[in-house]
């Protein structure tokens, strides 16, 4: 190690914010240091403090909050400043990086115009001088005519060009320190790693370190250097990635790593969950804030908070608040031995019957592009859905995956509308919608109900778990005794207190909510369930619980689940089969291992090893395929494969005789590998290439 | 190694039920010393009119013969008018049909408003675009005059009619509010899993959207309340509104404006003044309740910590 001084030394850092319900203690004595030009992580779920600790470091946290501690900044004090001190080292030394960068930006402003006052406000340069920096920033933030982009406003931006502006006027001042939160959470998959390999040019170019925030451990694995766990508010494991990721020495880290579901890992794969939910901020019992949740807990931890120590075993740089640490090091316990083994759940396909609950052949929705409040004219259709074939068998899990914008959204909207499609047919249980009386239409609704993303917006606030559940009853004509019945059942089922059903949904944290979710969607007994990003609002420890309650139930009750995903790993881990969706097309589909072992579609290539793997080493080693730009608009799609615009394939290994196939025509979904396999992908020059 | 405990089975987090809600709300709105002092009048000002006239000796319809035109006075508290009749007993009688007016003039106004806007909203369409035509054709008319005119009409009638007239003409921007909240709401997840489980449509507009407007709902009822007992007292002070035999507080001050400016000036004041404290008291209450019911509108301090 080199003997420099820390670049940013926090100690002992805590700060509480008054309430109704009494004080929150967002955080309770962080102390971390970064050394100039190496990646620090910090690491938590939502509550953890840890975006909280950021902010008071850069003293933007509102004047109510309290802060006590010390932040030293190059050897400076950094806490008890005026803000006008403070302005001069923040966006100059310090920048700092947000996850929704609309917020960050002025709308009013053109983004050039935002960029060169950045660099005026900390140097003194003329507005033209400041301007052409600009865009030269943009340019190295890689923002294709970076001239003509500065005059445009932020809305006229997508995220990830939007991330990208934020990065060029974070870089604008060459800081020594740059604060990333959550930079590429509300971001696609493949727009991530574009995020995340620009962030690290940028701190190449600069020599800048960088403090990065997230909860995804797969992100974090590839990028830092160092990482602090923080939870409830405290820092409970710290040290090198690999001693961290490889030798974690507490339990919520060991679960943490356990509950993720990884891409590399064969499905049906188990995850251990973390039972319960993070405690809340407000009048924290003494103790080890992970005792209700941890399965090692003895009666110890229930009174003494404890604190970080060394490891002894692994690297020098490695601490963890456990009392019984030291014995996970000597035993060298893992996930499982620490959390109870959900049940074993090798996938029984025998239970996959050749009957389709669902078919979906040539699905078209095409939306009118319109101008004009009064006089509606028409600019345009918007192709979001393109012409699709799905099939979901009896018992069969199907996984659609997509980025935003790909069409998944509209295509399970269709299917659950029933409607008339406008071109092409939808079969529900060998029926067509087209066909259907409204009479029909209701009958069938019965047999295929849906579990929406966010589990705060999907049940109405004002109704009490009971009401909430007898709905779906109630409007199907369920006798009341046999809805009060099922009821109970219900909630046993996914894993609530039957005695639960006065309570209101605000009582219920976010994963309870989304099994009183799953609970109201199987009130009456269908056969498919649609899963729309079921897990993806949830806390990562949060995640597996739900996920293993999915699998159950799917054994059990012999469902089909049409999972809607953006996260592939979630996919992996979930489907049978799998459908990659792209710009309203499927480019590829087929077994879900075949898929995933050997993607054909240089879309899939790339998804895939875009996403993040929770395992530095082999993060280091991958070999990433960054594709460029954005998902073009739908409105107007590229001629020939919708996807040459963004094809690596196409840029770089094609010929152009090759290349004028690819614009010319329109690959159809067509049979690839070994015969006989349902593994199609719509590429004319479709290869099995092994990745990772 | 120790023991593993059995796995913990999830029990709620938070205690934010729906009677904690209330009472976050009662809270909230005993906060606020002016709410609290509105609220406290009109319940005073309701015993007024409907308790008062029990304990008081003078009836409303009853002259007494002994005392014409006379000053506020032991017998008679708030004087006389010119024919006889008690000015107290008068007065009270008057603020229970202002009083009612307001009330149910508000109930229905904000019902109207309800119906028409979240029907606007939810089925978009040929429904939306009539019900806008039609809300944007009443907001271009004048009201005063349209009631005026139709006054006659209801003479001698039930002054219900007036009382549905009056919200005929107040409900049109709050149903375009109700109508804008309706747009968001019907894209709200919990609106889509009804539809998707086959639940009709009528009974989404009254199970999901109304109650989750609940709060709007009674924050613009409330303020209603205090328009329409305004709107009463033009049109009663002009003769359009309250016909007599029925009175109210506009036919009270429109009957006695004119003494306003001589010595018998108490015919005037009495009911005008009471009037200004009702108007004044209810609209208290309206901001009280908007902001307990809805604190980030209001100036209340703002929830919990920003934690994340
Ligand atoms: S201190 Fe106790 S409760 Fe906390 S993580 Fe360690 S064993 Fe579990
Ligand atoms: S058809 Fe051509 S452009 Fe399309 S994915 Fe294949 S190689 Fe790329």
Redesign the interface.
Known sequence: MTQSRPLLEVKSLSVT?P???GP?E?VRGLSYHVMPGEVMGIAGE??S????SSLAVMGLL?RR?RIAGSVRFEGEELLGRGDKDLSAIRGGKIAMIFQDPLSALTPVYTVGDQIAEAVQVHQTVSKQAAMDRAVELLNLAGIPNPRERARAFPHEFSGGMRQRAMIAMAIANNPKLIIADEPTTALDVTIQAQILDLLLKAKEATGAAIVMITHDLGVMAGFADRLTIMYA?KPLEAGAVDDLYYRPRMPYTIGLLGSIPRIDAAPGTPLTPI???P???TNLPPGCPFT??C????DLCRKVEPDLVRMNGSGEEHFAACHRSAEIEQ?N?TGL?IF?APADRTRDFSRVSDVPVLRITGLKKHYPMVRGAILHRRIGTIQAVDGIDLEIREGETLGLVGESGCGKTTTIMEI??LARPSSGAIEVLDRKTAGMTAQD??QI??E???V???PM??????M?ISDILA??ML??GVPADERARRIGELLKMV???PE?TS??P????G??RQ?I?IA?ALALKPKLLVLDEPVSALDVSIRAGVLNLLEELKAELGLSYLFVAHDLSVVRHISDRVAVMYLGRIVETGEVNCVFNHPAHPYTQALLSAAPLPDPRKERARRRIILKGDLPSPANPPSGCRFRTRCQKFADELNDQQRQKCIDVDPVLCEHGNAGSDHRAACHYAEGGKLN | MASLPSPIVESPVETTGNDSRFRLILRRFLRRRLAIAGLSVVLLLFAFAYIGPHFYKWRYDQIDFEAFLQHPSATHWFGTTQNGFDMLALTMRGMQKSLIIGLIGAVLSTGIAAVAGATAGYFAGWADRAIVALIDLILVLPGFLIIAILSPAFHGRTWLIFVVLLAAFQWMITARVIRSMTLSMKEREFVYAARFMGVPDWKIIFRHILPNMSSFLIIDATINVSSLILAEVGLSFFGFGVQPPDISLGTLIGDHWESAQTANGYQFYFPAILLVVLVLSVNLVGDGLRDALDPNAGTAAGKGAGSK
């Open positions: 914010f309430s109704e319900a929150v967002a939502s509550g403090g840890k975006s909280v509102p909050a508010g039972e319960g939910s405690p809340s901020l209700p949740r399965p090692m807990r003895v035993k316990l031995d109870p659950l509308s239409r209701f609704r019965r295929i109900s849906v929406f993303q966010d917006a999907s049940i109405d606030p004002r009490p709905e779906p409007t199907h894993g609530l207190r639960h309570r209101y605000q009582e219920f944290s994963g309870q099994r979710c109201r």
